[in-house]
Nanobody, 115 residues
Framework: QVQLVESGGGLVQPGGSLRLSCAAS????????MGWYRQAPGKQRDVVAA???????TYADSVKGRFTISRDNAKNTVYLRMNSLKPEDTAVYYC?????????WGQGTPVTVSS
């Protein structure tokens, strides 16, 4: 069974940066599109960025120009570089397959943007 482990979140001031990592076990990682999702308190979980197995990326309008998704297939890891963070980016961030999030969700990594 594939397991997803997210890390790298924390407390950061507005305008700051973080890099999230998602390590996936199993051999399917290299052939599937992966996404980063986030869920703020009281809101539904939404995708913020996705990357295909070939490296094509897509972003939610709210993070375009600020977030960068990348992947290292050799390490079964997908990353999310987040720059110019805003308070509205505060959420728990998860990774999963994209677009349907078919794997068991991990614990996520919380990101808090606050001064």
């Amino acid at each position: 069974q594939v397991q997803l482990v997210e890390s790298g979140g924390g407390l950061v001031q507005p305008g700051g940066s973080l890099r999230l990592s998602c390590a996936a076990s199993g051999t399917i990682f290299n052939v599937v599109a992966m996404g980063w999702y986030r869920q703020a308190p009281g809101k539904q979980r939404d995708v913020v960025a996705a990357i295909t197995s070939g490296g094509t990326t897509t972003y939610a309008d709210s993070v375009k120009g600020r977030f960068t998704i990348s992947r290292d297939n050799a390490k079964n890891t997908v990353y999310l570089r987040m720059n110019s963070l805003k308070p509205e980016d505060t959420a728990v961030y998860y990774c999963n397959t994209w677009p349907n999030g078919v794997l068991a969700w991990g614990q996520g990594t919380p990101v808090t943007v606050s001064s």
